[in-house]
């Protein structure tokens, strides 16, 4: 179990990130700063720009668990408010991703050709460099949704933009599921414990055709 001094310091350092996007940030924000009920929950920080406000929980890696079965209800009554949203964050999702303009995002177009690219590797036999390319297409998706929603996540890690999209209802529960394995298997891949196998890229694939046709 985390400190209250790390978990403290933690905070800080997320509310540090949402600080930088341009959010007015409130650590331990009270009640009456909500307009709904949440029962007992209290929020880790109150996150606000323009008219949108984030409730942002802060979990150690370790202290995760079955945090978003938990959550649900709050996760729910929030989306049930225009403008309010719900962002879960531990201390792997603060990642070393660099902020990037605009401009340097891929278009839907780019990232359908990646998808392209890899169906090609694929029917090569190269499923290891296939998976990877796919891999990339799915993180270029999934931090163009978040940037669209209005959300900072695109400096965070994938897991975290994984768990915002099922919480806004852009992933199914089993999507949800599938991508959070998904992402599992590509952290094997990528440091060399193993290759995927055809039904893992498959389901890569699913996922990845998912996202796109809502939004290109």
């Not at 209250?4 to 997320?14: D, K, N, P």
């Not at 890899?118 to 390319?133: R, T, V």
């Amino acid at each position: 179990m985390k400190s209250t001094q790390a978990h403290s310091a933690l905070e800080e350092l997320v509310a540090k990130r949402y600080l930088e996007a341009g959010y007015e940030v409130f650590l331990e924000p009270e009640p009456t700063m909500i307009p709904f009920d949440l029962g007992r929950y209290r929020p880790d920080i109150l996150a606000r720009k323009d008219k949108l406000n984030l409730i942002i929980e802060v979990k150690s890696d370790l202290a995760l668990g079955n945090s978003y079965e938990r959550l649900r209800e709050v996760i729910e009554e929030t989306r049930r408010h225009e403008g309010w949203r719900f962002v879960l964050v531990t201390e792997r999702d603060i990642s070393q991703i660099p902020s990037r303009d605009e401009a340097d995002q891929a278009s839907w177009t780019d990232i359908q050709n990646g998808m392209k690219s890899a169906e090609k590797l694929e029917s090569m036999g190269e499923l290891q460099a296939a998976y990877l390319l796919l891999w990339i297409a799915f993180e270029q998706a999934i931090r163009k949704l978040s940037i669209e929603s209005g959300l900072p996540l695109e400096r965070l890690a994938p897991a975290v933009m994984i768990r915002q999209l099922y919480s806004e209802g852009i992933l199914s529960m089993e999507l949800f599921d599938a991508a959070r394995s998904s992402l599992e298997t590509r952290n094997l891949v990528v440091h060399g414990f193993r290759n995927p196998d055809l039904e893992e890229y498959q389901q890569l694939e699913r996922i990845v055709a998912e996202v796109l046709p809502k939004q290109s």
